[in-house]
């Protein structure tokens, strides 16, 4: 996901012109042992990133709530040995699309309002995305989503590229994941701000 967040950044660079956000990417080391490090998600960077942008108390608190994350990380497809472990209705599977990850116990952040985001962004391209909502009766991991919008108050969304063997040496996924993903964050870096205005209620 570091990979598909850097290139999907550098990609979505042709329209700057027509761009009123600040565009970021931002990778995080130790996101495996708790993220509570200097440079990990659990520390004051995107705070600062955003307050040295603004530059002012006032427009920091605006541009907090104007903000929006993708936390990206990888997601659990099913195993053919353990598909039981899944609901029959959130099986990600390989060559199928980025997860949009949920949890009801907040291990992931993804909400009503930012996951409508992702899935309109989506639909709107043509890109496959697929959901997962993780079961009640099975222990979840967590990401570093939860960690920076708890930290930030930043709107934030849970994504991943579907793989087997999550943590072993032998990881995998799908090439065409690979580039789904890339083309999800490219058109979401190009066309949230003008879907996030189309939202807008005065």
Same mark, same amino acid.
């Given at each position: 996901?570091?990979?598909?967040?850097?290139?999907?950044?550098?990609?979505?660079? +042709?329209?700057?012109?027509?761009?009123?956000?600040?565009?970021?990417?931002?990778?995080?080391?130790?996101?495996?042992? #708790? *993220?509570?490090? $200097?440079?990990?998600? #659990?520390?004051?960077?995107?705070?600062?990133?955003?307050?040295?942008? +603004?530059? *002012?108390?006032?427009?920091?608190?605006?541009?907090?709530?104007?903000?929006?994350?993708?936390?990206?990380? /990888?997601?659990?497809?099913?195993?053919?040995?353990?598909?039981?472990?899944?609901? *029959?209705?959130?099986?990600?599977?390989?060559?199928? #699309?980025?997860?949009?990850?949920?949890?009801?116990?907040?291990?992931?952040?993804?909400?009503?309002? $930012?996951?409508?985001?992702?899935?309109?962004?989506?639909?709107?391209?043509?890109?496959?995305?697929?959901?997962?909502?993780?079961?009640?009766?099975?222990?979840? #991991?967590? +990401?570093? !989503?939860?960690?920076?919008?708890?930290? +930030? !108050?930043?709107?934030?969304?849970?994504? !991943?590229?579907?793989?087997?063997? /999550?943590?072993?040496?032998?990881?995998?996924?799908? $090439?065409?994941?690979?580039?789904? !993903?890339?083309?999800?964050?490219?058109?979401?870096?190009?066309?949230? $701000?003008?879907?996030?205005?189309?939202?807008?209620?005065?």
């Amino acid at each position: 996901m570091s990979f598909v967040g850097l290139q999907s950044f550098v990609n979505s660079l +042709t329209d700057l012109a027509n761009e009123s956000n600040v565009r970021a990417v931002a990778l995080f080391d130790h996101e495996e042992v #708790g *993220s509570d490090s $200097t440079h990990g998600a #659990g520390s004051p960077i995107m705070n600062e990133l955003v307050k040295r942008l +603004t530059n *002012s108390p006032e427009l920091f608190e605006i541009a907090i709530r104007k903000s929006f994350l993708c936390s990206a990380d /990888m997601a659990h497809a099913v195993h053919p040995n353990y598909s039981s472990k899944h609901d *029959s209705n959130h099986k990600p599977a390989l060559h199928k #699309g980025v997860v949009l990850k949920n949890n009801a116990n907040q291990r992931y952040a993804t909400n009503l309002e $930012t996951g409508f985001f992702l899935r309109q962004i989506a639909q709107k391209n043509n890109i496959p995305i697929q959901e997962f909502v993780v079961r009640n009766d099975v222990l979840c #991991g967590s +990401t570093i !989503g939860p960690i920076i919008a708890s930290h +930030t !108050g930043i709107r934030t969304v849970d994504i !991943g590229i579907p793989q087997l063997s /999550m943590h072993s040496i032998r990881e995998t996924c799908g $090439t065409s994941d690979v580039t789904h !993903g890339i083309n999800l964050l490219v058109a979401f870096y190009q066309q949230f $701000t003008a879907l996030d205005h189309a939202t807008k209620t005065d």
